[in-house]
């Protein structure tokens, strides 16, 4: 007894050590890439947002100048900020809504619902720039929609990507369209999920219809809404390549998004200092939209424990 | 021990594969005594890439086998945005292609050419027009040679002017002829007469003709709100809204679409540089296309010389094998090669070789309109804004053309925001 309890602990340790040893290797290709591609260049924008950064030539240290310039001076920054906000708060709930309404649609009654999930789930997997080359040659004045419109109402519509009113509807139209697909998916599986005892106890006292939607599965699935909405919000604030391709900013600046400001700043005006500034308030903006997400979750996201 | 061997090595393998990313070069390496010098130019498509492909071999062959060089093309769209991602990575390439109107942005990037260094490139000042090398010229220190020299033109599909029964237009043309015309072509035929752009010097050039103005003046200030530019491009706006003579660009980030339009047959006329020429009167195309200079305003014919070049790297580490290459490609052999593309030569011995290149059918046509759109015609003038405020414009225009805002109030909107 005692020569073995002599020896054992040397040798979990001997183990314990080689196993640190094999466990460091292991992570360490994932380390090393987190730190090449990820800490490296937060730091970097971190570095590069306190400086006159000129693409190429002499860099300053000015403080929070680029942050000071952003905020009162730049002509662009605030409406691209608006667009971006006015972006999310008009497409995260049709996003949502619809994503619901479809996965509630393809529920498990319907015959064939996996090809109908395969064909709502396309535009996720097609690549944006042909999502947005689609769209245009639908929404454009001698396009499909205008086309229809004309020949079956005699009605001219208004030209839909270079319209005041209607450019920044036109570019959520088409992300709804494009990522519904994606939110589609995480509500079925959720709604899949869904005890049928609960179900069948809520039918036999009664509940049915708008009334089991609204007090039985939307609580019930919550935390997968909750989940859809985190996740969409912040896609929703880094938008860049719908207004890019389908309307490029226009007209005027009413669909410049935060991130297309970030990106003219940087590769197209050689500004990087001021970028990597605006860089950092998309993200204090995200990181707050977020923690307020979760806040507010507890009052209204249900987890079965 | 094995095991901790492995754990070592695979991190030194991984913290390589991770360094090796960081220690990209230049663009020029030299292996088993050949160095590579990577030329960088714009290309948009498999033809345009052939074409450079040529040029390229006529040059290897002048510098000979010490010196290999390797192309590399983005699109002319992407093409600066690349350029400064690389300028900020320190990775510009050693011979890299620049555009005049951009120089202002870039001049840090450049070696400037003294006689010395056109000396190694086998390159001399005379074998230019005077105005040719302003265009590659910064605060009068030369950054790069040119391999073209342009203007902008009005191009017209001949068949649509005949079907309108209206005559064709002539290099002496006046701005109400076009206008006129324009009408016309619109009303007979059903199609319009003209295309609008978005485009930078694509649409600037009809309201600098007519005021007889450019948008930076002469202190290389932006002048956008000249209450004589602002009349002009007034009149250039109303050209959709009022005259319904040419349709509205359907967004603004179609930048090609006045070219399509032309091309497809669906406006007469349109404004595009010197560089399309033989495209737009290629027989090929299913009509007769043709080329005049712009027509002119009421302070007479005005144009602007504009045009694109190669400078060398300054950070490049092999600068004498990057001038060899960039004389080779800018000098007389690669004219000529430019010249039988169906590229206006940038010096003045080979200018001829292009007249002669062309096929009989728009040879005639073709001389008369460059012999008259470079008669007179000025030095672009550009300034550091430059290159946002052109960024920015076709986001204005494209409300100016949907009849929602104001030329006035775009230029004015332009001007605020970039007048620093």
Known sequence: ?????????????????????????????????????????????????????????????????????????SPDFWPALRNSVVFTVLYVPVNLVVALGLALLLGPRIRGRAIFRVIFFIPVVTPIVANALVWKLVLQPDGLLNGLSTSWFGLTLPNFLVDQNWAMIAVVAMSVWAGMGYNMLVLTAALEQLPA????????????????????????????????????????????AQPQLLTGGGPGTSTIPLVMFIYNTGFEFQDLGLAAAGAWLLFILIIGVTAMQFRVQKRWVHYEH | MQKRRLAFGAMVAVGALGFSACGQDDGTSADEG?????????????????????????????????ITIELQTAPWADFFTKLNANMASGKVACVTAMNGQRLTGYTEAFLPLGEEELETAGISRDDYNPGALSVMEHDSTLYGLPYDTATMFLFYNADLFEQAGVALPTNDWTIDEFEQAARQITANTGVKGFAVSIDEFQWLSLPM?????????????????????????????????????????????????????????????????????????DEGLPFTGGAVRLPAGDAGAFGVALGSGYGVAANCEE???????????????????????????????????????????????????????????????????WTQVA?????????????????????ESLQSRFAR
Do not use: C
């Open chain 2, 391 to 411: 960024t920015a414009m076709p986001n204005e225009l494209v409300s100016v053309y949907a009849g929602q805002s104001s030329m006035a109030d775009a230029l």
């Open chain 2, 34 to 66: 050949t160095t590579t010098i990577v030329w960088n130019m714009w290309s948009g498509d498999a033809e345009s890439e052939q074409k450079l492909r040529d040029q390229m071999a006529v040059a290897q062959g002048l510098v000979g086998n010490d």
């Open chain 2, 209 to 281: 003709a007519k005021s007889g103005l450019q948008p930076v003046n002469d202190d290389g200030e932006l002048a956008l709100t000249d209450p004589a530019f602002v009349e002009a491009a007034t009149w250039y706006g109303d050209l959709v809204t009022e005259a319904g003579v040419s349709a509205a660009p359907p967004s603004a980030a179609e930048t090609a679409w006045d070219p399509t339009q032309f091309e497809n047959g669906q406006a007469a006329m349109i404004i595009d540089g010197t560089w399309n020429a033989t495209r737009y009167t």
């Open chain 2, 319 to 385: 600068k004498e094998a990057a001038l060899e290459v960039l004389g080779a490609l800018t000098g007389p052999e690669v004219q000529q090669v430019i010249a039988e593309q169906g590229g206006y030569p940038a010096q003045l011995g080979s200018q001829p070789l292009y007249f002669e290149a062309l096929p009989a059918s728009s040879r005639d046509v073709l001389t008369a309109a460059f012999t008259a759109g470079f008669d007179g015609s000025t030095a672009q003038r550009v300034n550091d804004q």
């Open chain 1, 197 to 240: 005892s609960l179900l069948e106890a809520a039918q036999v006292d009664g509940a049915r219809g708008w009334r089991m939607l609204r007090s039985i599965v939307v609580p019930l699935i919550s935390p997968a809404i909750f989940f859809a909405a985190v996740m969409t919000i912040i896609s929703s604030l880094q938008v860049f």
């Open chain 1, 1 to 73: 007894m005692r020569t073995e309890s002599s020896i054992r602990p040397p040798r979990r340790n001997s183990l314990h050590r080689r196993e640190r040893r094999q466990a460091f290797g292991f992570i360490t290709p994932a380390v090393a890439g987190l730190s090449i591609f990820t800490v490296m260049p937060v730091g970097l924008a971190i570095v590069m947002s306190v400086f006159d950064w000129p693409i190429f030539g002499e860099r300053e240290f000015i403080g929070f100048g680029n942050y000071i310039e952003l905020l009162t001076d």
